[in-house]
């Protein structure tokens, strides 16, 4: 799988941990490049986002150099990623998009049932689960949600999931024992971040059955 490689790679001593500390500028905007291509390109929603900013802050940690630039970098590389993901909702290019099923019908329909529970506030709280983070935005654009309000929500939910996870790995870097597990301690986080999703979708299997045997009784009675 895609994501679990990158991270392998990430995690690796021969990988952003090298690259960090003989060039960090470069191993940042690495991140920042994923980042912004998991939030700016809606059919992309499988990026490891979450644990490799964490891995990231721990990284950093290790390397002794200070997680403010690099958070900074990451946060506007998620704000821009949501407002290209959100023109290209509002343009022709997104109905294209919906209408050749480039995303999947589920992605949408999970989104939608976002907006509907917490309206505009979905780009921000949004930004910590996997594929509504990516998809939201695109929504949002495609339903034509006020401009300035999305840039409010986006700002604020690129700096906080920046800055939230990129600081608790550069603060559990510190931890002997997450400096030895952080590869597992990654793929961790990643399981973690999708559990909500498959929790969701659990619920709605569990839903649709119940459904069925109320469609036959009501088939058998008619």
Sequence with gaps: MISTALLAWFSSDQGLMALLSHNWPLGILMVAAIVFVETGLV??????GDSLLFATGALLGLAGLSPLIPIAIASVAAIAGDATNYAIGRSRLGQQIVRRGWISPR????TQAWFERYGGPTITIGRFF??????????AGLAGLDAKRFLAYNIAGGIVWSGLLMSAGYWLGQVAWVREHLHWLSLGIVA????PVLIHLANERAQT???????ASAVGRG
């Design 107 to 110: 992605h949408l329909e999970r």
């Design 209 to 215: 059955r119940n459904k069925e045997p109320a469609r």
């Design 130 to 139: 996997p594929v509504v983070r990516t998809v939201a935005p695109f929504m």
């Design 43 to 48: 059919f992309m929603p499988f990026l490891p």
């Design 192 to 195: 973690l971040s999708l559990l």
